[in-house]
């Protein structure tokens, strides 16, 4: 991995001049030359350690096996990190998780295999850690005899902490031929809350028995489940939505928000928000408001997270033909966000991540323009502050620009950020990565 070494931002080898105060000394006599350059060499190291920030970053091993793929970080109760994914088994595929603490990886498990599993690199299954006991999983399963794109979500829950896991079902009900997908799971009372993206209105409409009922749209819904494997009744959270691009749900002192991408009749397909309050879902909210008129999916959702009342958004547009990476900041657990700033726009692919690094500080993560000799793209990160300042982008590390990368992953954990990405096809394999101690100082 390959490190560009900056100083207040230049970086070492440029012909830009610095106005740092540092004379340009002449004639100088061997002593003098030699007491200068360590004069230079020690203010040299101040400048980087002083205004940049400090990276421990480092590859680390993980669980997961040959040929792993679509890696899912999430929270663990009382600290530590849960990363899901996907493997190769028999005939099949098999999910399974890990928890990652101060001293590594300290508990594997599976929830569950089969043969007849959807797998996609945007809309993937997940692991979450509702509390200490109460785990909930899904995968999604192909619909029998459907059309490629006809899958359903297969949902399990476990009250032992992910030991044992229980009978599958679906949070819908319909038993349509159609999209059910791009699930987020989150923690409401005593129990979860599914919000998933359903296209059987969407079917319905253009299938081949079309009556005037169905919308032809694809919804947002959301349902909840208990700890008794109880599922409680389905309901529209947004009834016009983008098809393929996931969702996202954060954690407030006040409950979860939620993110998805929108649409419009006219294919105008902005961001939305809602929030979590006496026991239903708000009305939609745009977030952003680039009226981005688009006429398909462009498979890129949003970014969340909460600390506090502090929410932290990141996403991808391309409204007016200018491709970029936007984040906005909420300080009252998102019943308003402040104007968004850029964080990229030089044409980058988009698929954001974010966390908080502290209470003032958030860092945004994204997948840069792919290069156009290799095809591949950098794993970039930026701070965003609640004083609106921005920190220098941070490029991680080189990965494939194509779908066999997925979505990034990013996390706050016990010691630092957390990283996680599928490695380039055929081979595949999923890479973690530590920077720990980071610190930003503007």
């Known amino acids: 991995m390959a490190f560009l070494l900056h100083i207040r931002g230049i970086p070492i080898g440029s012909s830009h001049q610095e106005d740092s105060g540092i004379c340009q000394a002449k004639n100088l006599t061997p002593l003098k030359a030699i007491l200068a350059l360590f004069s230079l060499t020690l203010l040299l190291t101040a400048c980087e350690f002083g205004s940049q920030p400090q990276t421990d970053r480092h590859l680390v091993d993980n669980p997961a096996g040959r040929g792993a ?32 603490q101060k001293d590594g990886w300290v508990r594997e498990g599976e929830v569950a295999q089969g043969s007849d599993w959807f797998i996609n690199w945007a809309d993937f299954p997940s692991v979450v850690a509702l509390d200490e006991s109460f785990w909930a999983a899904h995968w999604l399963v192909k619909h029998p005899n459907g059309r490629p794109y006809d899958y359903d979500i297969a949902l399990s829950i476990s009250t032992d902490a992910g030991s044992t896991w229980s009978p599958t079902q679906a949070p819908h009900r319909d038993g349509s031929a159609a999209e059910h997908g791009f699930v987020t799971m989150y923690p409401v009372d005593d129990g979860a809350g599914l919000l998933w993206l359903d296209g059987r209105d969407h079917v319905a409409k253009t299938g081949p028995h079309v009556d005037s009922k169905p919308s032809g749209n694809f919804t947002l819904r959301h349902a909840r489940i208990g700890r008794d494997g109880t599922m409680g009744a389905e309901h529209i959270l947004d009834g016009n939505t983008c098809t393929c691009c996931w969702t996202s749900v954060a954690m407030t002192s006040l409950g979860p928000i939620a993110s998805w991408r929108s649409r419009t009749d006219h294919d105008i397909r902005d961001h939305a928000i809602s929030r979590w309050r006496e026991n239903h879902w ?118 494939s620009g194509g779908r066999d990368s997925g979505v990034p992953q990013l996390i706050k954990g016990e010691s630092g950020l957390l990283l996680a990405w599928t490695a380039a096809a055929p081979d595949y394999g999923i890479q973690t990565m530590w920077m720990n101690a980071m610190e930003y100082n503007h």
């Open 69 to 100: 793929r679509l890696p899912r970080l999430s929270a663990f109760p009382g600290g530590g990190v849960l990363m899901s994914w996907v493997e190769p088994h028999a005939d099949g595929y098999i999910l399974k998780f890990a928890v990652h």
């Open 282 to 399: 708000s009305a939609p909210m745009p977030l952003g408001q680039e009226a981005w008129h688009i006429a398909g999916c462009p498979t890129n959702g949003p970014a969340l997270a909460a600390r506090g009342l502090h929410v932290a958004a990141a996403w991808f547009t391309a409204a007016e033909d200018r491709p970029r990476i936007r984040a906005a900041i909420s300080l009252d657990g998102g019943q308003h966000f402040e104007p968004p700033v850029e964080i990229d726009e030089n044409d980058p692919i988009g698929r954001t991540g974010v966390a908080w690094l502290d209470e003032r500080t958030a860092v945004i993560s994204w997948m840069t323009t792919p290069q156009d000799d290799t095809g591949r793209a950098t794993l970039a990160l930026r701070t965003f502050s609640l004083d609106h300042t921005l920190g220098p982008v941070q490029k991680i590390t080189d990965m």
